[in-house]
């Protein structure tokens, strides 16, 4: 009997708590017995789904931000994985989360195990030049360590070309599989495009500078001097204190920086016709978008600045909407939209469906499977 076990070192809560339910789906359904190992609270919220083949077993998650916190998660997380060998006896270990610290201790003490450390997060460091007493400043030399057993799993194609030329080292070491993600919302029919009157694009979320939604301002200018007043942008979601400007040239439905209720929320959502995504160029190197997913749900199609994980989502999915170079283009690219007719606007929300069929868990695991040398590719 093939049995794997699958190790969360950080994670508390709701933390994680999407990919680690569709994560544990693709394993179950690659192997015949899996042990989930982490914190209670984690175990807690992945117990309500319908695991036939999954067990749990609680382990004390210590993830301190200060510095004798780090000390104290290190000396903690030996013994952890410790634990760890006695649990797995020898199966496939698969570590939820590549902190430097486990990566260390598991190259120490699992040498008889097969691991693989599923990079969701934390890889933009090998790039990244931050402080010694920051934890991942480690994570290059740990990945330069890495034992013989032991190999990455990334979140797509681009993230393991952009690792490999950064980390030359780690060549045959990465599989690369895409973002698994699982939702119950259904689309039906409800994203028909109405008419080409008004469209609404909108950036959605909590807005902030990193994600470069300052840039609304010059496309709110670009649109007025060329009065395109059929063309309607929002922003739907809260504004960080440094962004409170853009309220004046976009529509805000929530001007509010309390929690705003889900349904309210996703009502504003469905008026939209396209997402608008304004991410910098050199954003999602090294980790996948979880906002594409978002727009996948909800059955709007994309308008977006390029990015190397964009780009590569584009090119596998195609059809799913727009994407440009810059934030010229971007704005000369929204002048096109009441151009797109109903048939090709909802040939896109048919392709974001059909995209969200492809990144279930249910179909990745095939994926996964394959790549693990389960099966003949």
């Not at 030399?141 to 032991?150: A, F, P, R, V, W």
């Not at 797509?156 to 980390?167: E, F, R, V």
Request: charged residues 25%; positive net charge.
């Amino acid at each position: 009997m093939k049995r794997a076990v699958v190790y969360e070192p950080w994670a508390k809560g709701l933390v994680h708590g999407q990919f680690l339910k569709c994560f544990l789906i693709m394993i179950s359904e690659i192997y015949d017995e899996v042990i989930f190992v982490g914190d209670d609270s984690v175990i807690i919220e992945l117990k309500k789904n319908d695991f036939k083949n999954v067990s749990f077993k609680s382990m004390s998650i210590v993830n301190c931000e200060t510095l004798k916190g780090k000390f104290t998660s290190l000396l903690k997380e030996k013994k952890n994985i410790k634990l760890l060998k006695n649990i797995s006896n020898n199966n496939d270990i698969f570590i939820t989360c590549g902190i430097p610290y486990t990566i260390y201790w598991c190259n120490k003490l699992l040498k008889a195990n097969k691991l693989y450390y599923v990079m969701h997060g934390g890889l933009e460091y090998v790039e990244k030049k931050i402080s010694p007493i920051k934890l991942y400043y480690y994570l290059k030399k740990q990945l330069n360590n890495l034992s013989e057993n032991s190999k990455l799993i990334v979140l797509g194609d681009s993230i393991k070309d952009n690792l490999t030329k950064k980390l030359e080292f780690l060549k045959d070491k990465i599989i690369s599989i895409d973002h698994p993600y699982l939702s119950s919302d259904s689309f039906e029919d409800k994203n028909e495009k109405k008419s080409n009157n008004s469209i609404k694009i909108g950036t959605i979320g909590v807005a902030t500078l990193e994600k470069g939604n300052m840039d609304i301002i010059d496309i709110s200018k670009f649109l007025k001097q060329r009065k395109f007043d059929n063309i309607e942008l929002y922003h739907i979601g809260k504004i960080n204190a440094e962004l409170q400007i853009i309220k004046n040239y976009v529509h805000l439905p929530f001007d509010s920086q309390d929690l705003i209720e889900s349904s309210s929320f996703n009502e504003e959502i469905h008026k939209l016709d396209y997402f608008l995504f304004l991410y910098p160029s050199s954003n999602y190197k090294y980790t996948a978008s979880g906002a594409l997913f978002d727009a996948f749900v909800h059955g709007k199609p994309i308008v977006a600045i390029k990015n190397d994980f964009f780009e590569y989502f584009f090119n596998k999915y195609p059809g799913i909407g727009f994407l440009y170079d810059s934030i010229e283009d971007l704005c000369a690219g929204i002048l096109k939209l009441p151009q797109v007719d109903s048939f090709e606007y909802n040939n896109m929300v048919k392709m974001c469906k059909i995209t969200l069929q492809n990144v279930s868990p249910h179909v990745l695991a095939e994926t996964l499977k394959c790549k693990l040398g389960e099966n003949k590719c």
